[in-house]
């Protein structure tokens, strides 16, 4: 992706700040304690967060007493992230982009991006991760993207055709992501020559949504996003109506996630 797009994409997430924290699903804790379980984590132990966003990602690991700081670029998520984990005295959390920001004294021994790695400039990002690491210190980044199984629910096949309708259908031959089959993709921190990977876990979820519920899930990915305003218009009025036909409304989502373990050479 082209350094502008990739920019102008990942700041738009600001926009959805409001509802953020409540559309986006929450993370199995089965993914949490993989990341302590391999990094053996100390509880006195130093984690910077890449893009917290809303700290979606941040809470369970500020639960746990965990000193965090966090760089996110947006003002607004940056804002919603101290409103959502107020209270919490050992996470400082700093409204910046991980390229630009000027780190304390010390070192940390774990970097955790949730969602947000792929929105960091590739020529940056390993590199400053290696230079706030301890030696050995570990990585892990992991995302949460939509998945359908075999016997999934077919709203997400049958709704296609409006994506379609709306010139935002997938392109020819694109392949539909299934669970426990989504790519590791391991290859780009190998070639950083700075991390071993030393850990790779796919996990798998499921969430259940009305049809507002799932609009404003909607509303926080960069594609919809960024829609022209007839397309989701004429997508959610849609998403609404076929709902609006099941019996209960709803409709089931199922996750995918793949985490990945790295450590510092």
Same mark, same amino acid.
């Given at each position: 992706?082209?350094?502008?797009?990739?920019?102008?994409?990942?700041?738009?997430?600001?926009?959805?700040?409001?509802?953020?924290?409540?559309?986006?699903?929450?993370?199995?804790?089965?993914?949490?304690?993989?990341?302590?379980?391999?990094?053996?984590?100390? &509880?006195?132990? +130093? =984690?910077?967060?890449? %893009?917290?966003?809303?700290?979606?990602? *941040?809470?369970?690991? /500020?639960?746990?007493? !965990?000193?965090?700081?966090?760089?996110?670029?947006?003002?607004?998520?940056?804002?919603?992230?101290?409103?959502?984990?107020?209270?919490?005295?050992?996470?400082?959390?700093?409204?910046?982009?991980?390229?630009?920001?000027?780190?304390?004294?010390?070192?940390?021994?774990?970097?955790?991006?949730?969602?947000?790695?792929?929105?960091?400039?590739?020529?940056?990002?390993?590199?400053?991760?290696?230079?706030?690491?301890?030696?050995?210190?570990?990585?892990?980044?992991?995302?949460?993207?939509?998945?359908?199984?075999?016997?999934?629910?077919?709203?997400?096949?049958?709704?296609?055709?409006?994506?379609?309708?709306?010139?935002?259908?997938?392109? &020819?031959?694109? +392949? =539909?992501?299934?669970? %426990?089959?989504?790519?590791?993709?391991? *290859?780009?921190?190998? /070639?950083?020559?700075? !991390?071993?990977?030393?850990?790779?876990?796919?996990?798998?979820?499921?969430?259940?949504?009305?049809?507002?519920?799932?609009?404003?899930?909607?509303?926080?990915?960069?594609?919809?996003?960024?829609?022209?305003?007839?397309?989701?218009?004429?997508?959610?009025?849609?998403?609404?109506?076929?709902?609006?036909?099941?019996?209960?409304?709803?409709?089931?989502?199922?996750?995918?996630?793949?985490?990945?373990?790295?450590?510092?050479?």
């Amino acid at each position: 992706m082209p350094d502008a797009d990739r920019e102008r994409l990942g700041q738009s997430f600001d926009s959805a700040s409001d509802f953020y924290q409540r559309a986006r699903p929450d993370y199995p804790p089965a993914l949490i304690e993989r990341i302590l379980n391999v990094t053996e984590l100390a &509880p006195d132990g +130093r =984690v910077l967060e890449v %893009g917290c966003a809303t700290g979606k990602a *941040t809470l369970p690991f /500020a639960q746990r007493g !965990f000193r965090i700081t966090c760089v996110e670029p947006g003002p607004a998520l940056a804002a919603a992230a101290r409103r959502n984990l107020v209270g919490f005295d050992a996470v400082k959390i700093e409204q910046v982009r991980f390229e630009d920001w000027v780190p304390g004294p010390g070192s940390f021994d774990l970097v955790i991006a949730a969602a947000s790695w792929s929105w960091v400039d590739p020529d940056v990002r390993y590199r400053k991760a290696a230079e706030v690491l301890r030696p050995r210190g570990y990585l892990a980044i992991w995302g949460a993207g939509p998945v359908i199984p075999y016997d999934g629910d077919p709203f997400f096949t049958e709704i296609q055709e409006i994506y379609d309708e709306i010139g935002e259908g997938r392109p &020819p031959n694109a +392949r =539909v992501p299934r669970p %426990g089959e989504l790519s590791e993709q391991c *290859t780009e921190i190998e /070639a950083s020559g700075l !991390f071993d990977v030393v850990d790779v876990r796919q996990f798998d979820w499921q969430t259940a949504h009305d049809a507002e519920r799932y609009i404003e899930l909607l509303n926080t990915f960069s594609g919809h996003i960024a829609m022209q305003d007839w397309q989701p218009k004429r997508l959610y009025a849609e998403i609404r109506r076929r709902l609006g036909e099941r019996p209960d409304g709803q409709l089931r989502c199922h996750w995918g996630a793949v985490l990945r373990i790295a450590q510092r050479s």
